[in-house]
C-alpha cells in the first residue's frame, strides 16, 4: 500500500499545479490519480517483483481530496492580450485551457499543428497538446465548429482558464 503521506503530497501536487492526471510507477507499485468534473478516482495497483509490501493507511481514506474544486484562476495580468475586436469576435465561443502547462499546437515540430483557424473540428478533435510536469496532455475541441482564431503561440506558457481558440459554431 501507498503511504498515506505520500498519497496527500501527490493530491496536493495535483491542486497546485491544476494537474488532471498523474500517473506515476516504481519497482513496487503504479498510482493512479485523476481529479475533474467527474469526481476524484484514487487507482492503485501494488506491483509485486517477489517481495510484500508495507503497511500504511487506506488511501481511499483521502479519495475526497481530488474532488475539491480548483482556485480561481489569477488574473491574466498581461499574460495574453483580450481581443481588441469585440464585434468581430461576436457569436464565437472559446476553447479554454483546463491546466497550467507548455502549449504545443503539433505532436512534433515536424508535424501540422493539430488546429489552424479554418479547421473543421468535433468534440471529440484533438487541438493542442499542453505539457504539464513532462507529461503530454491532448486537449480535446469539446466543440463543435470551425477555428477561427488560434490565441496561443507554440511553446507558449498558459494558464487555467486561458482561451486557447475562438470557435465559429
Not at 501536487?13 to 503504479?30: A, C, F, G, W
Not at 469576435?89 to 501540422?112: C, K, Q, R, W
Amino acid at each position: 500500500m501507498i503511504d498515506p503521506s505520500k498519497l496527500k503530497d501527490l493530491v496536493k501536487l495535483m491542486v497546485e499545479n491544476d494537474l488532471t492526471e498523474l500517473d506515476l510507477q516504481d519497482e513496487k507499485e503504479t498510482v493512479t490519480i485523476r481529479r475533474g468534473p467527474q469526481g476524484g478516482v484514487v487507482n492503485h495497483s501494488p506491483v509485486y517483483y517477489g517481495g510484500g509490501g508495507g503497511g500504511g493507511g487506506a488511501p481511499a481514506a483521502f479519495a475526497p481530496a481530488p474532488m475539491v474544486a480548483p482556485a480561481a484562476a489569477p488574473a491574466a495580468g498581461g499574460a495574453a492580450p483580450a481581443p481588441k475586436a469585440a464585434d468581430s469576435d461576436a457569436g464565437l465561443i472559446a476553447i479554454e485551457s483546463p491546466m497550467v502547462g507548455t502549449f504545443y499546437s503539433a505532436a512534433n515540430p515536424d508535424s501540422p499543428p493539430f488546429a489552424a483557424a479554418g479547421a473543421k473540428i468535433t468534440p471529440s478533435t484533438v487541438v493542442c497538446l499542453i505539457e504539464a510536469m513532462k507529461v503530454f496532455n491532448e486537449i480535446k475541441a469539446e466543440k463543435t465548429g470551425t477555428i477561427e482564431k488560434v490565441l496561443v503561440k507554440n511553446g507558449d506558457a498558459v494558464e487555467f482558464g486561458q482561451k486557447l481558440f475562438l470557435v465559429r459554431p
